[in-house]
Nanobody, 122 residues
Framework: QVQLVESGGGLVQAGGSLRLSCAAS????????MGWYRQAPGKEREFVAR???????YYADSVKIRFTCSRDNDKSTVYLQMNSLKPEDTAIYYC????????????????WGQGTQVTVSS
């Protein structure tokens, strides 16, 4: 079965950086689209970034320029480099996968990790 395991979360001061990783198994990683979502306390889960099988990326306006999504197909791992972090970036970050390498719809991302906590202090 598909498994996604996130790591790299933690506590960081505003303006700092973190890099999240998501190791995938049970799917043909190179042909899968991967996404990052987050959920802050009391808020709905929201889209952060995605990377398609061909390497193209797409970001939410709130993280554009500050966050970079990349993938290593040899390691079946997707990354989220987060720079210039703000307190409002505090959330649980989830990795998601779609077997459709060019999945555009959120509902096509039907495999999820357990999440990793990111806390940004002011």
């Amino acid at each position: 079965q598909v498994q996604l395991v996130e790591s790299g979360g933690g506590l960081v001061q505003a303006g700092g950086s973190l890099r999240l990783s998501c190791a995938a198994s049970g799917l043909t990683f190179g042909s899968s689209a991967m996404g990052w979502y987050r959920q802050a306390p009391g808020k709905e889960r929201e889209f952060v970034a995605r990377i398609f099988s061909g390497g193209a990326t797409y970001y939410a306006d709130s993280v554009k320029i500050r966050f970079t999504c990349s993938r290593d197909n040899d390691k079946s791992t997707v990354y989220l480099q987060m720079n210039s972090l703000k307190p409002e970036d505090t959330a649980i970050y989830y990795c998601a996968a779609s077997k459709n390498g060019w999945a555009l719809r959120h509902r096509d991302y039907n495999y999820w990790g357990q999440g990793t906590q990111v806390t940004v202090s002011s």
